[in-house]
């Protein structure tokens, strides 16, 4: 499959995806409004995020996930399916590496796409449980200008990695893809069998337009099936529309500042959001 690119050894040690292979991975955002860059986390980098997941929400069955989603706002997660959450972690260990959510090699691949200004606008992971099923079709976000023909496209406004923290047979329930739906009129409802998808393997980035339909498949498993979502958008994009009533971006204070200052300015709105959070706390 053309939107699936292998980062060799070399791109990773060089942080930069070699002129050819970026030229491919391009061209399949382009044209398909996704790609998968397989190969920039390695094996133990992806266990390593799994276990932090683990170590925040692992001892939480279908039960106990099902009364957090139902507290009122802030919350740390909603529901987003049956037996689906779209959950606020926390940004520490793991999750706050340097190498994951400022990696240099994505860094360099999202600039072209988003400018040497762009922003973390969310970091969360959705957990799909056994007995999940079919999630509706959605985009992540609408064209910002729906009355505007789709076609030429505009340019993108954000992209979502998302990074897999097992490896995800299809019985597991991988992201369906319509391919080349970032183009497509909001109006137009597209057949299922349209739909594409591929078993994911841990570490991979599965970069998604904003824009481009997806969905999440049913889980036929007896595995939680979590992913985690990056979302890098323009300066002047936030989603205002799918972190409704919560922080998505749940990092303290303090492990911002202990950031390297190449980093800040990336994840500037986590920041804004941990000042935000304590000039609202109760006493102040």
């Known amino acids: ?5 292998p980062v060799s050894w070399s791109d990773n040690a060089s942080d930069a995806l070699s002129p050819g292979t970026a030229q491919s991975a391009y061209a399949a955002l382009r ?4 790609v998968i860059l397989r190969g920039i986390f390695s094996a133990g980098e992806g266990e390593a995020l799994h276990r932090e997941y683990l170590s925040q929400y692992g001892a939480y069955d279908l039960r106990a996930m099902s009364e ?44 072209p796409l988003l400018g040497e200004n762009m922003r973390l606008n969310s970091f969360t992971a959705v957990a799909s449980y056994p007995g999940a099923q079919l999630q509706h079709p ?25 990074i897999p923290l097992i490896d995800v047979a299809v019985e597991t329930g991988p992201t369906g893809i319509w391919l080349g739906s970032h183009t ?18 841990r570490g991979d ?17 007896q595995l ?9 958008a323009r300066t002047w994009f936030f989603d205002e ?13 303090e492990t911002y500042e202990a950031l390297p200052e190449s980093v800040r300015p990336l994840l500037y709105r986590v920041f804004l959001q941990s000042v935000r959070a304590r000039q609202l706390a109760p006493g102040n």
């Open 68 to 111: 957090l989603a139902a507290a009122p706002p802030p919350s740390q997660l909603i529901e987003v399916g049956e037996a689906r959450y779209d959950i606020t972690v926390r940004m520490k260990g793991a999750f706050a590496a340097p190498r994951l959510i400022a990696n240099m090699l994505l860094r360099r691949f999202l600039t």
């Open 184 to 201: 497509w009129p909001e109006s137009y409802i597209p057949p299922p069998e349209a739909m594409t998808t591929v078993p994911f393997q």
């Open 1 to 5: 499959m053309d939107w699936i690119i």
């Open 138 to 162: 959605h985009r992540d976000h609408g064209h910002l200008y729906g009355e505007l023909p789709a076609d030429p496209p505009l340019p993108t406004h954000a992209i979502n990695v998302a």
């Open 224 to 232: 939680v099936r979590p992913i985690i979502y990056m979302t890098y």
């Open 31 to 34: 044209e398909h409004g996704v």
């Open 205 to 221: 980035c599965i970069l998604v337009d904003y824009r481009t339909l997806h969905t999440g498949l049913p889980n036929r498993s």
């Open 241 to 253: 529309c799918n972190h409704l009533g919560r922080n998505p971006l749940n990092m303290p204070l």
